[in-house]
């Protein structure tokens, strides 16, 4: 490892972490490649050089996804410092910036919706708004379209998170059947056994929406 590079160690990285976390470090690279050139070297990193990239992202990009990059390519040295790439502790580099703080990111609790909110938004789909008299005048298609992006949004919220990109990758296997049906296995690079956890604070029937996306998904893919 004594001869790699900054990008091929971060490179190295990449291809070790499961698929969330590498696409995540990708992003973090790509902007480094972008802001900085593709010939940096572990000598010109210095707080300074942390700190003024550091100004040059918060001008573009927010401040969580400034602190984000700045995670993986903390990760990135600390790996270096452990094989003697650069002698200086990666903690002095990133001192009185607090990327690793609970405030380290932008809040946006305000963003959130209510419980109740997310119920009207159910009822709303699950009857076709059809007490609101502005949906009557959606085009077919545009109502169609609509309503598949209102399910999908309530599918991540009851999926805690899930996206979609998650869900394509769940399979039907011997786990799946041997759990009842609540368990899947994930094609991810790193395959591993996936427990379907539903938020529980909506009342409503949350299982069936949940399931009948998972079975379209499964048959698109077939």
Not at 102 to 128: D, G, Q, V
Not at 156 to 175: A, K, Q, T
Request: charged share 25%.
């Amino acid at each position: 490892m004594e001869d790699k590079s900054i990008y091929d160690l971060w490179a190295m990285l990449i291809s070790r972490k499961n698929a969330g976390t590498a696409r995540s470090y990708q992003d973090a690279l790509t902007r480094f490649c972008k802001d900085n050139g593709k010939s940096m070297k572990w000598e010109n990193i210095t707080p300074e050089f942390v700190d003024a990239w550091r100004k040059k992202m918060l001008s573009e990009v927010s401040r969580t996804t400034t602190n984000i990059y700045l995670r993986a390519f903390s990760v990135v040295l600390n790996t270096a410092f452990e094989a003697h790439l650069v002698h200086v502790q990666p903690k002095f580099l990133f001192r009185g910036l607090g990327i690793f703080s609970p405030h380290a990111s932008n809040s946006r609790r305000f963003c959130y919706l209510p419980t109740s909110m997310w119920k009207e938004l159910w009822l709303f789909y699950i009857t076709k708004g059809i007490k609101y008299p502005e949906v009557r005048k959606w085009r077919n298609d545009y109502k169609k379209k609509y309503f598949e992006s209102v399910g999908l949004m309530l599918l991540m919220y009851l999926g805690n998170g899930m996206n979609l990109r998650d869900l394509c990758m769940l399979r039907y296997n011997r786990f799946y059947f041997q759990t009842g049906g609540n368990n899947y296995s994930s094609a991810d690079t790193r395959p591993q056994n996936v427990l379907m956890r539903l938020l529980s604070c909506l009342s409503f029937p949350r299982c069936r929406l949940f399931y009948k996306t998972l079975q379209i998904l499964r048959k698109r893919e077939n």
